[in-house]
């Protein structure tokens, strides 16, 4: 058969297989469709299972939740935990403690990995650059509880290592992990220890698209290193920091539980106890599950005007959001 | 072509080497101490390399029951965890990086709103309770199922696909499902590595999970097992006790000796598969 008779013959069919897919029903669409659903159905179930279910459950914070009547049965009390909640003289406490410890982590955990990958992206030398970054990601890798466990056996007053660095220098040892001033920095040192040579990623990510004509442009105009980085690079990978500011802004008080819980103790909870570990102890520990619930449903619903107002500040301040 | 090296060169030099230092120098120190004799880690002496050698510490540590429990748990959970993470996340991802699927726009909408809310701790909990899974291997798979960032990463890497792939399938009689599995998958191997890994490493440093959901001892997991020994210092092994000298010290030493064991799978892989990690995080850093 000659070639264009063939386009010929095809030409017909494959306008109006178009055509179909333009106005397709639903139910061709359905039929179309069906076997990529049933992949997707697992999925679907993870999320309707674990992450609508609970937010479905979030209804128990206006109910006495009975363990024996379910969620469904329990009766309707209003407002009440929250109520409790916000009477409760301790509640000004852990909302205090876990806005300043997320607000400390921002201030001095966000800058830590813009400044480690501009210093990368200085490095001419490729192979030590890639050293460099290879052992700066480790830690991320390393447990929450691995982490806090080399966090209290270095610092311990007794046989820590710092605390022996601190006698050699003629300095009285500290008991850092009782000491609820020193709960907040070492936590965010922590943090930053574990953190700032993964977070570089992004940021390397997005040096890597700037155009090396403007720093051969900025050159011959004399620039020297210095300015290249505050005229050429920072603004270079603006746009990155604004996005990952707001969604970190947006997660101030969202502060992960697990590093905390492992980190502190009872001697320091007046400035390391947080909505996320007294959720736990009441929820879980006391089986108080209603009152816990309002607590965690009160932050979260914050938590989202947070993200929401940074969004909204970025976007008329500059031109970069989320969405 | 060496660049000419200067003053400033030198000092950024420095500050790296600082940065990796104060990496690396912690697990140096762990590993000497846990590798020296008590009596100088005693005095203090032991610094940056093991004084008077000896695997007493690593022989307490693996005859311990909890830890050899807890390692098998560990291990079991992470092979099934992660078999199962994937499976399940590559099919969503491939579904969901296809327009043609009906409802598409609901179900990305679906997902990506549990980025900004969640039922909290409490509600997960009762819920997983109800589904029976507390105290079962379950509760450290199903409950962490899904990463949403992996799934967005999956779907931006399937999206990328050649349409020509698919479109090859189709003449050959395949369906979605055939698609995927005979096509997709195996053209996707470096993605499902890098994935796979992150499940890998998250299944394995999982504490929380177990914290909630699990009271038997029995299927305590490597994590769990090291802050009872770590961070609350139960140290029950017998042998402590005979080691003699200040036992405080001698349980750090031990101390240090469980950690570099629950971590050494980490510690010996991660150089080899970093470029997977990098590479993952790049593909999310690409668009969310």
Do not use: C
């Amino acid at each position: 058969m000659p070639l264009n008779e063939i386009t010929a013959a095809a030409q017909p069919s494959v306008s109006s297989a178009v055509k179909r897919s333009v106005r397709s029903s639903p139910l061709q669409r359905w039929n179309k469709g069906k076997y990529l659903l049933l992949l997707f159905l697992p999925t679907l179930l993870y999320y309707l299972m674990f992450k609508y279910a609970p937010m479905f459950g979030l209804m128990i914070s206006f109910k006495n939740y009975n363990l024996f009547k379910g969620i469904w049965a329990s009766d309707w009390v209003g407002l009440k935990y929250y109520r409790l909640f916000l009477n409760n003289p301790d509640s000004f406490l852990l909302i205090k403690n876990t806005f300043l410890l997320g607000l400390y982590k921002l201030v001095f955990g966000f800058p830590a990995p813009i400044v480690l990958a501009i210093l990368m992206n200085e490095v001419k030398n490729a192979f030590f650059k890639r050293f460099v970054q290879t052992v700066s990601y480790l830690p991320h890798f390393i447990s929450n509880v691995v982490v806090a466990g080399m966090v209290i056996l270095f610092l311990s007053p007794s046989s820590g290592v710092v605390n022996h660095m601190l006698q050699a220098f003629g300095l009285d040892p500290i008991n850092f992990m009782v000491k609820p001033d020193l709960f907040r920095p070492v936590y965010v040192l922590s943090e930053i220890w574990q953190h700032v040579g993964w977070e570089t990623i992004i940021y390397l990510a997005a040096l890597t698209s700037i155009d090396p004509q403007l720093y051969e442009a900025s050159e011959m105009d004399g620039a020297g290193r210095w300015k290249k980085i505050v005229h050429v690079t920072l603004p270079g990978i603006t746009p990155a920091i604004v996005i990952l500011l707001i969604l970190n802004v947006g997660h101030v008080l969202d502060i992960g539980f697990e590093k905390v819980f492992l980190l502190y103790n009872p001697a320091v909870y007046e400035t390391a106890d947080i909505i996320s570990t007294y959720v736990y102890r009441t929820g879980i520990g006391q089986g108080n599950y209603s009152y816990a619930t309002a607590i965690d449903l009160f932050t979260g619903i914050v938590s989202l005007v947070f993200i929401y107002s940074a969004n909204w500040i970025s976007r008329k301040v500059g031109d970069t959001s989320l969405w | 072509m060496k660049a000419k090296w200067n003053g400033t060169d030198l000092i950024i030099g420095i500050l790296l080497l600082g940065v990796v230092a104060a990496t690396l120098l912690p697990f140096v120190y762990m590993i000497a101490v846990s590798l020296s004799k008590d009596v100088y880690v005693l005095k203090g002496e032991v610094s940056l390399w093991p004084k008077g050698f000896n695997l007493k510490m690593y022989r307490l540590v693996l005859n311990d029951p909890r830890i050899t429990t807890s390692y098998l748990n560990t291990i079991l959970y992470v092979a099934l965890g992660t078999t199962v993470s994937l499976l399940i996340t590559s099919a969503g991802a491939f579904a969901i990086s296809k327009k043609e699927m009906p409802l598409h726009k609901t179900f990305t909408l679906l997902i990506v709103f549990t980025m900004f809310f969640s039922g909290g701790m409490i509600p997960t909990f009762l819920v997983v309770k109800s589904y029976g899974l507390i105290d079962t291997i379950w509760a450290m798979v199903l409950p962490t199922a899904i990463s949403t960032w992996n799934l967005i990463v999956m779907r931006t890497f399937f999206s990328a696909m050649p349409k020509e792939i698919e479109e090859s399938g189709k003449l050959d009689g395949l369906n979605d499902i055939g698609i995927f599995f005979r096509l997709v998958l195996p053209l996707s191997t470096a993605v499902l590595a890098t994935i796979g890994l992150f499940y890998a490493v998250g299944i394995w440093n999982n504490f929380t999970s177990a914290l909630l959901y699990l009271r038997d001892q029995d299927r305590f997991p490597l994590q769990v097992v090291l802050r009872n020994i770590v961070l609350q210092g139960q140290i029950t092994s017998s042998d402590v006790s005979s080691v003699g000298g200040d036992n405080l010290v001698v349980d750090d030493s031990l101390k240090f000796a469980t950690i570099v064991v629950s971590t050494l799978p980490i510690l010996l892989v991660y150089p080899f598969l970093q470029k997977y990690f990098v590479k993952g995080a790049m593909i999310g850093s690409v668009k969310g």
